[in-house]
């Protein structure tokens, strides 16, 4: 329906310092008039317009006053010409740099020279251009009628009510329609549009519409809340961590000790086999003039002799001196067998075999057995004594109470040592007189008959007697252990004692044909006044007759050599060979003389 005139305003409503005639108040009144132009001219509202639209323009409230003629309102009064916008709570603007969904309705580009939009809540449509200078409405909600433009530089009072808009004002471009997006919610305050025969609602009990995809990410309605308190991550103390790791190091240390006590007293190494680190097998020969070298070579004809008889029984060693089978040892090592005993051979392989006597000889404590038929025999090379020089290194090779294949070291401690050995029976036939070579390679009871070797493997001696520590008896008699006074019997004369035991069954004692005084306490050895038995004391057309020695002389050299007993002058002479020739100093009745002589031969009983 059309809209009633407005009364032209009176002249308080125009404003304060204007005159009838004035310019601007001329310029308002014009606009005033093209406003009511053009909405005599608007065409009728259509049928299906809004009614909502209609019930807010007929509940607008009237003006409070009278039309000004001079357009002039009164202090603080609201003027007659403009409509009250709708009561609406501010939307909040969306901070710089909210990303703004795609879709929504775009500000329209402006004309040249009018004054931006203001920029709307998020998700809400974007108010139409103003004309420049306007006051920019608020945005309706859809459905409502648009609010029209207002004229330059004229505010309308809040709660007047403007009639709408019939069509666009000339001089001004037509209002763009706000668009409607489904969904949208008004601002809060603001009373929604009713239908046709619909109930009015209120707000609160209308319901609210599933947000779509396009304004899930925000909503300025919903009810936000407060963002969690950010949570504060727990830090430790770097003196509480050192505290935490001294404590686990502590627990641990106790623990490991406490295991690897336990495995070390109760040995639960837990099945491991423990592997230590070893060298591995040298198969390189040693060098032959090294004791290794030596026992290397010599050990192979090194024999243990184990000797049994009626009464007694003992253990030896021995050598092997040829292919035969011939073996040499001491004659105080093959006595206990007598005639009938048992002797049998052990060699260093490990091998037995019985052995039999050849010959023995009481006077140089030596005998020869034989083993037969035994092959792979390792005769020992035969050196020479005389060569010998004292300090020569040297090995002895035994069976130290009865610990076959020892082998010990040392050196020639002298030369020529007179020794005897032996003398149990009272006849003393059993003595023996040896001029040893003395060693300080350990000898003990059992290496009895075994090689004296030199550094070349070549025997020099058999080992026959040793200076016990138990008592100071004599030699041979102790059984006490080695204190370095070893004596051995020179090769050269075991070598002519051997040769004649394997070859006639007896050996030769070379004798001066005289009897000694073996009771004489001078120095020297004095002739005896008496013979054996019924005998002289110079044989008849012996070696010592022959060389004008009388009853009584005394002997002091032999061959430049002194002799201080009668045991020393028997060591001396049986050293030698039968028919070597001699030289003697003697003296008689106070002088000095000197005799020579070739010594005679006598065999062994």
Known sequence: MDEPKAPKPKWWSRPVGARPGDRSSDAAEGAEERTEAAAAQAPPEPVDAPVEGRALEEAAPRPLHEPDPYSTPPYGGPGPWAPAPPVQHPVATPAQGTHVPPGMAQTPPQAPGMAPASPQATGMAQAPPQAPGMAQAPPQAPGMAQTPPQAPGVTPPHGTTLPPATGPVPGQSAPVPMPSH?????????????????????????????????????????????????????????????????????????????????????????????????????????APGSVAGIAAASLPGVVTIHVRGSSEEGTGTGFVLDKQGHILTNNHVVQPAGADGDISVTFNSGQDAKAEIIGRDAGYDLAVVKVDRVSGLTPLPLGNSDSVRVGDPVVAIGAPFDLAGTVTSGIISAKERPITAGGEKEDGSDVSYVDALQTDAPINPGNSGGPLVDRKGRVIGINSAIRAADDGSGLGGGQGGSIGLGFAIPINQGKRVAEELINTGKATHPVIGVTLDMGYTGDGARVNTKGAGSGPPVTSDGPGDKAGIKAGDVITEVDGVPVHSGQELIVKIRSHRPGDRLALTLKRDGKTRTAELTLGSASSG
């Open 182 to 286: 489904p969904g949208m919610t008004p601002p809060h305050g603001t009373q929604l549009p009713v239908g046709p025969g619909e109930p009015h609602r209120p707000p609160a009990a209308m319901a609210q519409p599933a947000p779509t995809a396009q304004w899930r990410g925000y909503d300025p309605w919903a009810v936000v809340p407060p963002p969690a308190a950010p949570k504060t991550r727990k830090t430790v103390s770097r003196r509480g961590a050192w505290i935490a790791v001294l404590l686990i190091a502590l627990v641990a240390g106790c623990i490991g000790g406490g295991i690897g006590a336990y495995a070390e007293r109760d040995n639960a190494s837990g099945g491991v086999d423990v592997k230590l680190p070893q060298a591995p097998v040298e198969k390189e020969a040693r």
